[in-house]
């Protein structure tokens, strides 16, 4: 079945830090790929996504590239900042047409904390 | 839009006692998801329906658990008897199903955090 493993967290950085999280997933197909935040006491919110191969999400200073042949989707920003901390979701989509309805599948998610 | 609703936003509760979960998805959105979120188990999804039927509830964890949707604007999951292995957040989520590899990404509520004592 389809999985998404992502780097082990907790992640702690200083404000303007090059940040780097690392997803790699399992799937038959062509899946699309998500990265969902959450900030504390909220639900998750799309950050940014690629539905093929090469495409790159972007959003909010964050980037992602689907990677087919190293099955990856990581996640990286610049210089990242306090407002930042939350915890980050990878995702991937059943691309089995027309029986998945949008379901996703999760990793176990990843807290970024970021220090001033 | 108001985004997809979830009430209560906090239910405290003692063991054995009913508890209802309440959703209100976005409107238009034909699919909805519940799922649930703890620091050891992470998030995980529970039932999902499209177009008002259930289409997958192998993730509901025992028969404790039940989850309904009487129509394209309202869902409820209840618990009955709650116990306190069950205090977790509970999320609700919606999007539209196109069929075929397009869907809109999926919404979440704000949860509702249910802590059975």
């Known amino acids: 079945g389809n999985s998404v493993t992502q780097m082990e967290g907790p992640v702690t950085l200083s404000e303007e830090a090059f940040l780097t999280i690392n997803c790699t997933y399992t799937?038959?197909?062509?899946?699309?790929l998500f990265w969902y935040v959450q900030y504390p006491g909220e639900g998750l919110q799309l950050l940014l996504k690629?539905?093929?191969?090469?495409d790159k999400g972007s959003n909010k200073g964050f980037e992602a590239t689907y990677r087919k042949e190293t099955t990856s989707f990581h996640l990286e920003k610049g210089s990242v900042q306090v407002s930042d901390s939350a915890v980050y979701f990878c995702?991937?989509?059943?691309?089995?047409?027309?029986?998945?309805?949008?379901?996703?599948?999760f990793g176990q998610g990843t807290i970024l904390t970021v220090h001033p | 839009d108001a985004g997809v609703i979830q009430s209560p936003r906090h239910e405290v509760t003692e063991m054995g006692q009913e508890v209802t979960l309440r959703c209100k998805p976005i409107?238009?959105?034909?699919?909805l998801f519940w799922y649930r979120q703890t620091m050891m188990r992470g998030l995980e999804l529970l039932i999902y329906?499209?177009?008002?039927?259930?289409?997958?509830d192998s993730g509901m964890p025992e028969d404790r658990f039940s989850a309904k949707m009487p129509n394209a604007s309202f869902s409820t999951l209840k618990i009955q008897p709650s116990e306190p292995r069950d205090s977790a957040v509970y999320f609700c989520?919606?999007?539209?199903?196109?069929?075929?590899?397009?869907?809109?990404?999926?919404?979440f509520g704000n949860g509702t955090r249910l802590t059975v004592t």
């Open positions: 690629a539905t093929k191969a090469d």
């Open positions: 799937a038959t197909g062509y899946p699309s």
């Open positions: 995702a991937l989509s059943d691309s089995s047409g027309g029986t998945s309805y949008g379901k996703l599948t």
């Open positions: 989520a919606s999007s539209l199903s196109g069929g075929g590899k397009y869907n809109s990404p999926l919404h």
């Open positions: 409107s238009g959105h034909n699919s």
């Open positions: 329906f499209n177009n008002n039927v259930p289409i997958d």
